[in-house]
């Protein structure tokens, strides 16, 4: 498996604009997750999806951001109007429930690094 | 609640040094505990992880991990130190009960290692 997908790795962007960022997860697996990366927050949570319904958004920052999930492999986070201070890296993961339905380790993409200016 | 504290957030030493980077958790739940290393401009990967069972766990790259319970730690270990190490690490805790539950994050240690 090529692992999780992201795209694109870069983004500039003028605040203001529409910034959709993508991921793919790794095929079979039903979590997907969007994380958010800075320097003063270190990494949080922003929403995660269960079979492509989301569980969790109390992470997402405001109604700036949206994330969907149409179909299981393919991820979508939003944002719009971008401001300044969304500058980040902005992380996709995905597991799987394992035996017992526990936690499984999350796979991470490489990442969008998110400059809005 | 959960929570993770990593203490200190450089952390340097010499090549064949070892290696130690300090994770706490708070949990009221038994836990399930992982190391991640994130290399430049890269995403995280798991070194190791803690479920059930032994509680001194090995990871990838000669890293290893002891749970202790009693002083509620999962500190990182490595013998020897490679130039290669260079990279930050978290360690993150989750709710270990069944069902899922999210990753909780610790702050990072970024690791150097000189000559």
């Known amino acids: 498996d090529a692992g999780v997908i992201q795209s694109p790795r870069h983004e500039v962007t003028e605040m203001g604009q529409e910034v959709t960022l993508r991921c793919k997860p790794i095929?079979?697996?039903?979590?997907l997750f969007w994380y958010r990366q800075t320097m003063m927050r270190g990494l949080e949570l922003l929403i995660y999806?269960?079979?492509?319904?989301?569980?969790?958004d109390s992470g997402m920052p405001e109604d700036r951001f949206s994330a969907k999930m149409p179909n299981a492999s393919f991820s979508t986070l939003k944002i719009q109007p971008s401001e300044p201070r969304d500058s980040a890296v902005y992380f996709c993961?995905?597991?799987?429930?394992?035996?017992?339905?526990?936690?499984?380790?999350?796979?991470f993409g490489q990442g969008t690094r998110l400059t809005v200016v | 609640a959960q929570s993770v504290t990593q203490l200190g957030s450089h952390v340097s030493v010499s090549e064949g040094a070892l290696v130690l980077l300090r994770c706490n958790y708070s949990?009221?739940?038994?836990?399930?505990l992982f190391w991640y290393v994130q290399y430049p401009n890269q995403g995280l990967q798991l070194l190791l992880k803690?479920?059930?069972?032994?509680?001194l766990v090995k990871g990838i790259n000669g890293f290893e991990a002891e749970f202790k319970k009693s002083e509620t730690s999962f500190h990182l270990t490595k013998p020897s130190a490679h130039m290669s190490d260079a990279a930050e690490y978290f360690c993150?805790?989750?709710?270990?009960?069944?069902?899922?539950?999210?990753?909780?994050f610790g702050a990072g240690t970024r690791l150097a290692v000189h000559p």
């Open positions: 993961a995905s597991t799987e429930m394992g035996k017992g339905h526990k936690n499984t380790e999350a796979f």
């Open positions: 095929s079979g697996h039903d979590y």
């Open positions: 999806f269960n079979n492509n319904v989301p569980i969790d």
């Open positions: 949990s009221s739940v038994p836990p399930y």
């Open positions: 803690y479920t059930t069972g032994a509680t």
């Open positions: 993150a805790v989750s709710d270990g009960r069944g069902g899922y539950n999210k990753l909780i």
